[in-house]
């Protein structure tokens, strides 16, 4: 393993968060202790913050527009993009620059072409993951650390890997109970399951309750999708005419 490379992404992540030199130790410490907890251990989170960066930067030296409107997770080379762009182009691209990265496995499009929301509604959505991290931090009967959570126009997002269907039941019944979600939409997988390549990949949808006229609905219900027309993912070969000059 490169050490320098982790010594890089773990100064860099804890700079930007503003940790002075007497709490730099104690942050770099707490950060290699939580991805060893990690399924993956610290090889594995290594590996996705560098396909994190990565990403983040062809899509910074694309368009700083573009790199402004997307969210990414990415856990064991499952990579999550979400966001809201105007252009239906612009998603196709910033999907294509997602696969580049060496160790991507999975490419998983969440990503809505439509008006960005308001300074509010970014406040509203940064809430909303805010309060579930919290509930999810103090819940002892869930693993916090292995879950991402992204929160786009009242739609919450998860990644990351769950103990047993208990504790990810557990985790989406939390996010639902939040004022102001409309939707909650699970990438999450069970712990010790195979990552999947495959590129009808989608995740499972659990609507808010008053969303239907009140009515309560199953706590799994997946759904289909397909290239460029919503949820899902897709392997660039297959569309590669499409955004790629002949």
Same mark, same amino acid.
């Given at each position: 393993?490169?050490?320098?490379?982790?010594?890089?992404?773990?100064?860099?992540?804890?700079?930007?968060?503003?940790?002075?030199?007497?709490?730099?130790?104690?942050?770099?410490?707490?950060?290699?202790?939580?991805?060893?907890?990690?399924?993956?251990?610290?090889?594995?989170?290594?590996?996705?913050?560098?396909?994190?960066?990565?990403?983040?930067?062809?899509?910074?030296?694309?368009?700083?527009?573009?790199?402004?409107?997307?969210?990414?997770?990415?856990?064991?080379?499952?990579?999550?993009?979400? +966001? *809201?762009? %105007?252009?239906? &182009?612009?998603?196709?691209?910033? /999907?294509? $620059? =997602?696969?580049?990265? #060496? !160790? @991507?496995?999975?490419?998983?499009?969440?990503?809505?072409?439509?008006?960005?929301?308001?300074?509010?509604?970014?406040?509203?959505?940064?809430?909303?993951?805010?309060?579930?991290?919290?509930?999810?931090?103090?819940?002892?009967?869930?693993?916090?650390?292995?879950?991402?959570?992204?929160?786009?126009?009242?739609?919450?997002?998860?990644? +990351? *890997?769950? %103990?047993?269907? &208990?504790?990810?039941?557990?985790? /989406?019944? $939390? =996010?639902?109970?939040? #004022? !102001? @979600?409309?939707?909650?939409?699970?990438?999450?997988?069970?712990?010790?399951?195979?990552?999947?390549?495959?590129?009808?990949?989608?995740?499972?949808?659990?609507?808010?309750?008053?969303?239907?006229?009140?009515?309560?609905?199953?706590?799994?219900?997946?759904?289909?999708?397909?290239?460029?027309?919503?949820?899902?993912?897709?392997?660039?070969?297959?569309? %590669?005419?499409?955004?790629?000059?002949?």
């Amino acid at each position: 393993m490169n050490k320098s490379l982790i010594v890089t992404l773990m100064a860099s992540t804890l700079i930007l968060s503003g940790c002075g030199a007497v709490g730099l130790a104690t942050g770099v410490g707490a950060a290699v202790g939580v991805s060893a907890a990690k399924e993956g251990g610290l090889r594995g989170t290594v590996t996705d913050e560098s396909i994190r960066l990565e990403i983040s930067d062809l899509w910074f030296k694309k368009s700083v527009d573009l790199f402004g409107k997307l969210n990414l997770s990415v856990n064991q080379g499952r990579v999550l993009v979400t +966001g *809201v762009v %105007q252009q239906p &182009e612009d998603r196709v691209e910033a /999907i294509r $620059l =997602a696969w580049q990265p #060496k !160790g @991507v496995k999975q490419v998983i499009n969440e990503v809505r072409v439509g008006e960005s929301g308001t300074i509010g509604t970014y406040a509203k959505d940064t809430w909303i993951s805010g309060q579930l991290r919290t509930q999810m931090t103090f819940d002892k009967y869930i693993q916090s650390i292995n879950y991402s959570i992204e929160t786009v126009h009242g739609a919450v997002y998860l990644m +990351g *890997v769950a %103990q047993s269907q &208990e504790e990810l039941d557990r985790v /989406i019944k $939390l =996010a639902r109970r939040i #004022k !102001g @979600v409309s939707e909650v939409i699970s990438y999450a997988k069970l712990l010790g399951e195979p990552v999947s390549s495959d590129s009808s990949v989608a995740g499972d949808v659990y609507m808010q309750p008053d969303a239907i006229a009140n009515e309560p609905v199953p706590l799994s219900s997946g759904f289909e999708t397909q290239p460029y027309e919503g949820q899902g993912s897709y392997n660039p070969s297959s569309v %590669q005419s499409e955004i790629l000059p002949p």
